[in-house]
């Protein structure tokens, strides 16, 4: 259907789209907070478990659709691609987010996004070793490496929940110069109000993230571009939206800690996804990922790691209101998105 709608139609759906999500985003971030502690979840669970699964939503839809459709690549590269992307959505939060004040990494005075990080690698890892098996092994409609990759994500939320009680050893001191560590208090809002705007913004982010896709889709079809090509830089960024803006908003609110759990929250759940779309189409997904495909999640592996080395670190010092590593993150990202053109395209 959305293929007979003329080119300006299409622009004007993706558009729409792309604002219902971006509003919605926000809406996710400021009733996490109270949908976390309603459950007894705390500020990382809620950023990891709670709102990276919500705003992804728009992942899900499209490994779905896709899956059914059989455009199986234009997910793979979604969801490889957005990997990547959405760790960069944290240089976006902190030179327009946190600014002058000081970096974002730098606001954080746990090590939970350290664990969150090492998630995201070992699941990562996981789809580079998919990669490598042949489509034909699998049993019960998944492959091993599927039910590693679910093994892995479970297994982390596991010892992320545990650290809450305590790791042998922590950060204890408050940061004295900084005082963005003390966090605005919102106004109370009672937990059925702030779980049904929840509700509907996380439904509003689904049916946003569905009509980016077919619209998406159909512009990439008007502009000559591949699927692959398409869904890891176009698609990719644009349902990256709902990221940035609960990352904004959680900085607005003060809530440094839910902002980055919400991008390594997400990262790490994106790859389970791909046992979700081997069950629907009943073969293996990962082997048919394309070069550029697994290039891009040894690139936001390669993110990650700055990043994780930046919360142990922590400088002080920015360049162009970002941090060290939110710079080195953006020189990164950009030198290997040029690398992509010389990549072949089998």
Known sequence: MFDSFSLPVLLLIFAVAA????YAGIQLANTTDVLARHLGLGEDLGGIIVLAIVTNLPEVAITVSA?????????????????????VVLVVLDAVGVGRKSPLTYQTTTLTPVLEGALVIAVLTAVIMGHQLPPSLIVARLSPIDVLIIGSWLTGLYLIGKARTGLPWQRT?????????TKD??????????NLIFAVAAL???????????????????FGMSGVLFGATVL????SLPEISTGLASIKNKDYQLAISDIFGGNAFLPVLFPLATLLT??????TAHKSDIYLTGLGILLTVVYLYGIVFRPKRQIAR???????VLLLYVVAILGLFFIPST
């Open 19 to 22: 604002a219902l999500v971006w």
């Open 67 to 87: 899956a059914l459709s059989g455009k199986i690549e234009l997910a793979v590269g979604n969801i490889l691609g957005g990997i990547a992307l959405q760790t």
């Open 173 to 181: 001191d408050a940061t004295k110069d900084d005082p963005g560590q």
């Open 185 to 194: 208090q919102p106004q109370q809002t009672s937990v059925t109000r702030s």
């Open 204 to 222: 509003a982010t689904l049916i946003g993230g569905v009509l980016l896709e077919k619209s998406g889709d159909a512009l990439a079809n008007e």
């Open 236 to 239: 990719a960024a644009a349902t």
């Open 282 to 287: 009943g073969k293996a997904v990962l082997p």
């Open 322 to 328: 970002m941090g060290l590593d939110s710079f080195v």
